[in-house]
């Protein structure tokens, strides 16, 4: 009798089950793509969590609507009524949006009768990722050529693409020195082109279905050259800029009048082969030494900018704000510049040939936005008001947050995103390029271990960056519990405390990267603890002699040896100063923070969440090594300007104790890391900066520059005056 109950009880479970599998039928407006795309995302999610998808009356009804009266540009409003729920955008992007909004609902576990109503609104316009394809690259190195075979395949960039649109980035720009020939066979000069008409054929269906691929997700896309540059085969050919075949980036410009008629014709036959493609932008600088800033803005208004016109569509231009004031190539910011260039981007807009505002580019604090929030500089130096006051019309300003720092650590301080973009936002402002010019996200060369790992690509091993960055861009306001959910959707109640993990651990970067001053990509690697040394011109674990004397990039910060000076003379900084004693309480205060926070954590049955645990931790080390580092460095300093011993003996203690905390990173990122390829700097005797191609990083190769700070604290001298 007992197992007749028991099959009985079975069987209801069962009935039970398809009785509550509920339909859905969604209305759109199925001759658009980016309808369809939305519809398609969401069909996909319904049917995973169980539901089934009708195209008659069904049990529930999700309705899309378009309404750009009451809704603004990439807005949208998600509302119920019983079964039906209205997905209505003020514009096919904002569509999309609510859309994916949903989406996420669902994958949180929400079911559709609970799905909540909201409505959002983008807070800056311009949200756009820096891509710099691995052909013809800005750099020539094996960090970047690693990824030809991976860029070169459609299923990486529709997942890439993915990504972009889900976190709700909206322009996706690419670079390369010289692109056009990669997407068109000129016409008029077909002896420019390196390829065979079979390998023309390939590049272009690429380059289309990128393109179409972004269109379908409403993600605007840019083509972005450097200049002035030319192909080898078009050089040979015409005896032109034969003095830079291999393509480096700060030579003499060649302004021959056939290179200013190829150019333009080049950017016109690419606007109008590539009928979606969004639009351009351009640079000042690279491959145009010897030049003024005027005879810069000359060369790019009689080939770009004349290119664009030509076209026979309007199209959009990011016009990145020139860095240089001289004729050097890496020259210095003016006044007078900024006065030339504002006049010069007004002048552009008057042609009436550029959709919506000119988008003008300034990199935040040079190449390393990930320090403090505070602008603190720009590639070149300092930034003067030109560009802010009065308020422009015909442009809006973007921010250029490159990330130079970190490539392999998982990274996410959402308190610090926020504020980076709430604090900047004025009213000239108009969003923010985010990315990297000496890494591209998408082969994973950094795991050892690839088994029984659900990542494919290197974006996806960054998902927390790329979803900070993307959706508090698109709405500050977006609260952590949103980035917190994300953690439990992939590893249940283990990824419960994930996020305050990484915010602790991963804020190490942005307390060095404050405290030491840096400019261009190679003056500081963060995750690595390594910087340009100026004498060698290598790029060098950071030694304590040069942590004691390098100033900070945040003028809030105190260096250890102007500390030491005032404390020594009796001085007194004010409280809003964060002394390196002051900042080393931090560090601690942090990292233990973190780690306690995942001790408990059980990985074994998941690697995925095994690399999530041990980058919170790697960064937790290598922030207690910066901490003692910096303990040692005032201990150092102390010694050298008193010679009082027991100075020096802590700062040989404090040293000791930074190497057994580098011990412990190598410990946990050895078993988990290949040795990577890098993009460093080698000089050959004679000749022009070249990438060295055989550099490889791992903690553990630095591991003797690490102890040799223990022996220059041991053989350190009392510098009597």
């Given amino acids: 009798m007992k197992r007749k109950i028991n099959i009985v009880l079975i069987l209801i479970s069962v009935i039970n089950f398809n009785c509550f599998s509920q339909s859905v039928n969604i209305q759109f407006d199925k001759t658009s793509e980016q309808q369809l795309y939305a519809a398609s995302k969401l069909e996909k999610t319904l049917r995973e969590n169980n539901y089934s998808i009708s195209n008659s009356s069904a049990d529930n009804e999700i309705q899309f609507n378009i309404d750009s009266v009451i809704l603004g540009n990439e807005s949208f409003s998600i509302s119920t009524n019983k079964k039906l729920i209205e997905i209505t955008g003020g514009d096919e992007r904002g569509l999309i949006y609510g859309a994916l909004s949903l989406v996420e609902d669902l994958r949180n576990g929400i079911e559709l009768q609970n799905c909540i109503a909201r409505n959002e609104k983008p807070f800056l316009s311009f949200r756009t990722i820096k891509y710099d394809l691995p052909w013809d690259t800005y750099r020539h190195s094996y960090a970047l050529d690693i990824h030809d075979q991976t860029c070169r395949d459609t299923s990486y960039w529709e997942t890439f693409l993915d990504m972009m649109v889900e976190n709700r980035f909206n322009g996706l720009s690419l670079w390369n020195l010289h692109p056009y020939t990669f997407l068109i066979k000129p016409k008029n000069f077909p002896e420019a082109s390196p390829w065979s008409d079979i390998e023309m054929k390939e590049w272009q269906m690429l380059f289309h279905s990128i393109i179409r691929m972004a269109d379908e997700r409403a993600i605007d896309t840019y083509i972005i050259p450097f200049n002035i540059f030319v192909t080898p085969e078009f050089a040979k050919a015409h005896n032109v800029a034969m003095d830079n075949l291999e393509h480096d980036y700060y030579v003499p410009g060649d302004t021959s009048e056939i290179i200013k008629q190829y150019t333009r014709e080049c950017v016109t036959q690419m606007l109008e082969e590539y009928p979606k493609l969004t639009g351009m932008g351009l640079t000042l600088g690279e491959g145009m030494g010897g030049m003024t800033p005027a005879q810069r803005e000359e060369w790019i208004r009689e080939t770009i900018i004349e290119g664009m016109r030509l076209a026979n569509r309007k199209s959009k231009l990011i016009h990145r704000i020139p860095f240089s004031s001289t004729t050097a190539s890496l020259g210095t910011t003016s006044k007078d510049t900024e006065e030339l260039t504002r006049k010069i981007i007004e002048e552009e807009a008057e042609l009436g040939c550029f959709e919506g505002p000119i988008w003008a580019d300034l990199k935040f604090n040079w190449s390393h936005a990930h320090s403090t929030p505070n602008l603190m500089k720009v590639h070149g130096g300092k930034l003067y008001d030109t560009y802010f006051n009065p308020d422009p019309d015909a442009y809006k300003i973007v921010w250029t947050a490159r990330n130079e720092d970190f490539f392999c650590l998982r990274w996410g301080v959402p308190s610090f995103v926020r504020q980076h973009i709430t ?88 307390k060095l990267a404050s405290i030491f001053d840096c400019t261009w990509d190679f003056t500081l690697y963060g995750e690595g603890m390594m910087a340009l040394d100026n004498t060698t011109r290598r790029v060098d674990y950071i030694s304590i002699d040069r942590l004691i004397n390098q100033p900070p990039l945040d003028s809030n910060y105190v260096s250890i040896a102007e500390y030491v000076s005032t404390q020594l003379t009796g001085g007194k900084f004010r409280e809003n100063k964060i002394t390196p004693d002051r900042l080393a309480t931090m560090l601690v205060k942090d990292c ?89 700097l080698s000089q050959q005797e004679g000749k022009p900066w070249k990438e060295n191609y055989n550099l490889r990083f791992h903690w553990k190769l630095i591991r003797p520059d690490v102890a040799r700070d223990v022996e220059t604290a041991r053989k350190s001298e009392f510098r009597s005056e």
């Fill in 423 to 510: 604090q900047n936002k004025q009213s000239y402002s108009g969003g923010y390029i985010i990315g990297s010019e000496t890494y591209i996200p998408a082969k994973d060369y950094f795991t050892k271990d690839t088994v029984d790992i659900p990542w494919k690509y290197a974006f996806e091993r960054q998902w927390l960056f790329y979803k900070l960055w993307g959706r508090l861009l698109y709405n500050p306001a977006t609260p952590d519990d949103v980035f917190k959910a994300e953690f439990i959707k992939r590893y249940g109640s283990s990824g419960r405390n994930l996020l305050s993990a990484f915010s602790h651990a991963s804020s190490t970067q942005l």
């Fill in 592 to 680: 233990y923070l973190a780690i306690d926070l995942v001790k408990e954590i059980d990985f074994s049955q998941n690697k995925a969440l095994k690399y999530e645990v041990y980058d919170v931790a790697a960064w937790s080390y290598l922030g207690l090594h910066l901490s003692e580092k910096i303990k040692g460095g005032i201990n150092l300093q102390k010694f050298r300007l008193t010679g009082d011993e027991s100075d020096r003996k802590k700062a040989v203690d404090h040293l000791q104790s930074a190497l057994l905390y580098w011990d412990k990173l190598i410990e946990i990122t050895e078993p988990l890391y290949n040795e990577m390829p890098l993009q460093h």
